[in-house]
């Protein structure tokens, strides 16, 4: 298949590069600026993107293409787009000057459009860009002609249409440059000539096909199921794969929203008839060992170790019944894999979450039938294979479940006035048509009580607190500025309905410096 490769120089947008590549229909991964010539070569790319980068190319430990790549490159004549500092490291790397700036652009600006013949065919003459480097070229090699200009950046993007080299100094990938994605397109379908062979629908066949030649006619493949986005495709797809012979380990750990455990079961077992959707019901020996853990890190730990620990007892169970399982599959996808490769000054990586890592010694092959995908694409297969659409639009839930929403604490009574409220929350933003809207709604648990007044009753409960967040990677996140009657009606119903509750509050912080969850 045809591939483009996104060489990753430390940019907060190279998933964004590579998700919209894919978009465009071509496939597209992301591999370090440092990457192995005999990998550069296997992999045969047929366009190279730069991304961009928070360096500056003249700075003495600035990442940069080794020489051995960027001649094998040339020789071969592999176009390449450099974007933003990979826009300063082309010019940079056959060894002319780029400058810091003394009217530094950033974000919205003006582009000048000179030849619209290559790189910005189909493009009007003015066009609104994403600007956010300060450095600019300066002086450029013979054989390179400048494409378009900015009030303060004469050389705003160049190209050479012999060595087949082309730079923009700012952002095609992101929104703030409404008609970034005709620019991209532009360099994969007619610089780069590169096949849209990327379809979801041929993924989904070929995927089957590799797993049943990994996993063979006899063995059997065990898989953690949480039903979460991935974990619940990774089954739907296996299960195309290698029917009965595919064992889903649902655990339930006392921490699950309300009847979330009779819903995935309702799905995977009733819906979709797998045979083998083992259910194990932990709810005690989680509860027991969260009694009176009130830190925040040890909870999650106790949380994490317990997880391992019954998910090993069950699969030791099977193997005993099954000797042939020999595999086991994870939901990892590829946000999951691809970290951030170029020394970055912003460092602009915020650990991926906690999702739990199963002991090596567990000798089962590790299969990973998602780990190319993006998020929106695993969602767009969930669907394809049957999943039902409110399982695969679900809002994100964190592993430790409701126990990182509790403070202090976990008792059974805390947890069951937290689901209470929290279905009841969940209800109504679905009826007033926000779920899909927004990131996250969600209940938290404070063991605080208040005087309240119940008709001629005084009363003295716990405080519930709402959080709703908008946010598009988790990374940020803006609170949700909803309705005061929407508000309103949630808690009024909360505080009539759950027999604990007197008083609510709305959560009105935004990430940074808030988290999402509270603890
Ligand atoms: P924070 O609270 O760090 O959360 O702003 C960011 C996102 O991650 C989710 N989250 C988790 N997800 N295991 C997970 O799989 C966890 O331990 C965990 N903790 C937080 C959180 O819900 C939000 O979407």
């Known amino acids: 298949m045809d591939e483009i490769l996104v060489f990753d120089f430390g940019g907060q947008y190279c998933h964004l590069i590579a998700r919209r590549i894919r978009d465009l229909g071509v496939f597209a991964e992301i ?28 700075e003495a430990d600035s990442p940069r293409v080794k020489d051995e790549i960027f001649q094998f490159i040339l020789k071969e004549k592999i176009p390449i787009l450099g974007i933003c500092y990979g826009h300063h490291l082309i010019i940079h790397q056959l060894g002319k000057k780029i400058e810091p ?32 480097h300060g450095d600019q070229v300066v002086t450029m090699p013979e054989g390179f002609e400048v494409l378009a200009k900015t009030g303060t950046c004469p050389i705003a993007a160049y190209g050479n249409k012999n060595l087949k080299l082309y730079g923009v100094q700012f952002h095609p990938e992101v929104v703030h ?36 030649k990994t996993v063979g006619d006899n063995e059997r493949v065990i898989l953690g199921l949480s039903g979460g986005v991935d974990s619940s495709v990774a089954a739907a797809l ?39 959707f083992h259910y ?47 595999y086991l599959a994870q939901g990892t996808i590829y946000p999951d894999r691809i970290e951030s490769s170029a020394p970055s000054k912003s ?37 394809k294979l049957g999943l039902p659409k409110r399982m695969i639009t679900r809002h994100p839930f964190p592993g430790p479940g409701l126990a990182v929403r509790i403070l202090g604490a976990i008792t059974k009574e805390h947890l069951d006035i937290l689901r209470e409220a929290d279905c009841i929350l969940l209800e109504e933003i679905r009826k007033a048509g926000l779920y899909d809207e927004v990131w996250q709604a969600f209940c938290v648990f404070l063991p605080l009580k208040t ?26 996140a803006n609170f949700a500025k909803l309705e005061w009657n929407v508000l309103e009606h949630i808690s009024t119903r909360i505080i009539n309905e ?21 603890e």
């Open 451 to 476: 005087v309240g007044i119940m008709g001629d009753y005084r009363t003295y409960e716990y405080l519930c607190a709402i959080r709703i967040v908008e946010s598009l990677d988790a990374m940020t």
């Open 101 to 132: 700036h003394d009217n530094k652009e950033y974000g919205r600006t003006e582009l000048t459009i000179i030849n619209s013949k290559t790189l910005f065919n189909s493009l009007t003459t003015n066009e609104i860009v994403w600007m956010s």
């Open 280 to 326: 194990v019901d932990a709810e005690d020996v989680f509860l027991k060992r969260l009694e009176k853990i009130e830190e925040p890190e040890e909870k999650r730990k106790i949380i994490g170790h317990t997880f391992i620990e019954v998910f090993e007892n069950k699969t030791k169970e099977l193997e005993h019944k099954f000797p042939n399982i020999h």
């Open 31 to 58: 591999v370090p600026f440092n990457i192995n010539i005999d990998l550069l070569k296997k992999k045969n790319p047929k366009g190279i993107i730069f991304s961009g980068g928070p360096s500056s190319v003249y």
């Open 177 to 212: 440059t409404p008609r970034g994605n005709i620019i991209l397109e532009n360099f994969i379908s007619n610089i780069a000539k590169a096949k849209k062979e990327w379809k979801l629908g041929d993924w989904i066949d070929h995927s089957i096909e590799e797993i049943r």
């Open 238 to 276: 296996l299960n195309r794969a290698i029917g009965n012979r595919l064992h889903c380990i649902f655990v339930n750990n006392g921490l699950l929203r309300k009847n979330e455990e009779k819903q995935v079961q309702q799905v995977f077992q009733e819906e979709l008839g797998f045979q083998y």
């Open 347 to 383: 460092a602009a990586k915020i650990k991926s979450h906690h999702n739990l890592t199963l002991p090596e010694d567990m000798k089962l092959r590790v299969i990973e039938p998602l780990k190319d995908l993006y998020k929106d694409e695993v969602r767009k297969i969930g669907l």
């Open 498 to 518: 759950v027999k604990g509750i007197n008083r609510v509050v709305y959560d009105i912080s935004n990430k940074p410096p808030s988290t999402i969850e509270f």
